[in-house]
């Protein structure tokens, strides 16, 4: 069974323009999240899609924003990026309901402000 | 209600030694709690999880213990090797939203 996928795995953009990052989750799993993870602050949660809809959102501004679509594959956007947008962006895959889910991790887009 | 505190933030242990790594929350709604292992560069691995209706679960070198009443789970590393460096992560799952709750991270050293 294929893990969690995020493409890309590098890259590198100028102050002011936007990303797209994309996350194909495992086969089946209709739940993905995204996090922002920064050296010495954890994972910042930034919202979670289930079955095409937003089902959580984290306390991140309006810049960043996601979508899914109908395969479970979920991309998410940042506009505007700033230097401070410059992290490691996961995201995680689960089924998303019932009970003892779990949620599996792809190795994540290290994005680089510049 | 919606955190888990982990401690320590970091740690650093003796090859061969027991490395522990504590974890607390306050909202008795969780129903799963998995911990995670990062290695530098990479995603969080699942390492480990657990059901609040069992007090420990094992697994080779690793074992969740699991205090309801005082709503505490640990992570045991038994017999600690260098390659168990990394960065631990719990986390609390909460059944109504369906979002994981993660600690703040150990920083794991085992020295040679």
Same mark, same amino acid.
């Given at each position: 069974k294929a893990g969690v996928t995020q493409t890309p795995r590098y890259l590198i953009k100028t102050r002011g323009q936007q990303v797209t990052l994309s996350c194909s989750p495992i086969s089946g799993h209709r739940s993905v999240s995204w996090y922002q993870q920064t050296p010495g602050q954890g994972l910042q949660f930034l919202f979670e899609y289930f079955s095409e809809t937003q089902r959580n959102k984290g306390n991140?501004? +309006?810049r960043f924003s996601g979508r899914q679509f109908s395969n479970s594959r979920s991309e998410m956007n940042v506009s505007t990026l700033e230097l401070g947008d410059s992290a490691l962006y996961l995201c995680a895959s689960s089924? +998303?309901? +019932?009970?003892y889910t779990e949620a599996f991790f792809g190795q994540g887009t290290r994005l680089t402000v510049v | 209600q919606q955190q888990v505190k982990q401690s320590p933030q970091s740690l650093i242990v003796q090859k061969g030694g027991i490395s522990i790594i504590n974890c607390a929350y306050e909202n008795t709604a969780f129903d799963y709690f998995p911990w995670y292992q990062q290695f530098p560069g990479k995603g969080p691995a699942l390492l480990i999880a657990i059901r609040p209706d069992v007090s420990e679960k094992k697994e080779g070198r690793f074992t969740i213990s699991f205090n309801k009443s005082a709503k505490q789970f640990s992570l045991h590393i038994m017999d600690s090797q260098p390659g168990d460096s990394a960065t631990y992560f719990c986390a609390a799952r909460n059944p109504g939203t369906y979002k994981y709750i993660f600690g703040t991270g150990t920083r794991l050293k085992v020295l040679a």
């Amino acid at each position: 069974k294929a893990g969690v996928t995020q493409t890309p795995r590098y890259l590198i953009k100028t102050r002011g323009q936007q990303v797209t990052l994309s996350c194909s989750p495992i086969s089946g799993h209709r739940s993905v999240s995204w996090y922002q993870q920064t050296p010495g602050q954890g994972l910042q949660f930034l919202f979670e899609y289930f079955s095409e809809t937003q089902r959580n959102k984290g306390n991140f501004p +309006g810049r960043f924003s996601g979508r899914q679509f109908s395969n479970s594959r979920s991309e998410m956007n940042v506009s505007t990026l700033e230097l401070g947008d410059s992290a490691l962006y996961l995201c995680a895959s689960s089924l +998303g309901q +019932g009970p003892y889910t779990e949620a599996f991790f792809g190795q994540g887009t290290r994005l680089t402000v510049v | 209600q919606q955190q888990v505190k982990q401690s320590p933030q970091s740690l650093i242990v003796q090859k061969g030694g027991i490395s522990i790594i504590n974890c607390a929350y306050e909202n008795t709604a969780f129903d799963y709690f998995p911990w995670y292992q990062q290695f530098p560069g990479k995603g969080p691995a699942l390492l480990i999880a657990i059901r609040p209706d069992v007090s420990e679960k094992k697994e080779g070198r690793f074992t969740i213990s699991f205090n309801k009443s005082a709503k505490q789970f640990s992570l045991h590393i038994m017999d600690s090797q260098p390659g168990d460096s990394a960065t631990y992560f719990c986390a609390a799952r909460n059944p109504g939203t369906y979002k994981y709750i993660f600690g703040t991270g150990t920083r794991l050293k085992v020295l040679a």
